[in-house]
């Protein structure tokens, strides 16, 4: 059975930085796609960061945010830094089984997901 932990979420202040960790168990990210999404209140989930033998990110976090991963521990990670109050939201690592996905910062194209992190940023 496959599961995603996240960790790392909190309250900062605007211009603080946050890292998230999302530790996989029954799955092995390897070379497939994985992702980080995520979703305020009353909005949609957003893709923000993606990465398989490529990186993508959301222009929202482009700059600002580097999603990386260790194999060796198997972990996924999103280091977050100069945050905004826009960022404010329930943050969702997931992961694909398939190397490459046509839509990478799309939900639709992920297979497994965490069961979500808050980050809030204040002004």
């Known amino acids: 059975q496959v599961q995603l932990l996240e960790s790392g979420g909190g309250s900062v202040h605007a211009g603080g930085s946050l890292r998230l960790s999302c530790a996989a168990s029954?799955?092995?990210?390897?070379?497939?796609?994985v992702a980080w999404f995520r979703q305020a209140p009353g909005a949609e989930r957003e893709g923000i960061a993606a990465?398989?033998?490529?990186?993508f990110y959301a222009d929202s976090v482009r700059g600002r945010f580097t999603i990386s991963l260790d194999s060796a521990n198997n972990t996924l990670y999103l280091q977050m830094n100069s945050l905004k109050p826009e960022d404010t939201a329930m943050y969702y690592c997931?992961?694909?089984?398939?190397?490459?996905?046509?839509?990478?910062?799309?939900?639709?194209?992920?297979?497994?997901w965490g069961q979500g992190t808050q980050v809030t940023v204040s002004s």
């Open positions: 990465s398989n033998r490529f990186t």
């Open positions: 997931a992961a694909s089984v398939r190397p490459w996905v046509p839509r990478p910062l799309v939900a639709s194209e992920y297979d497994y």
């Open positions: 029954g799955y092995t990210y390897g070379t497939n796609t």
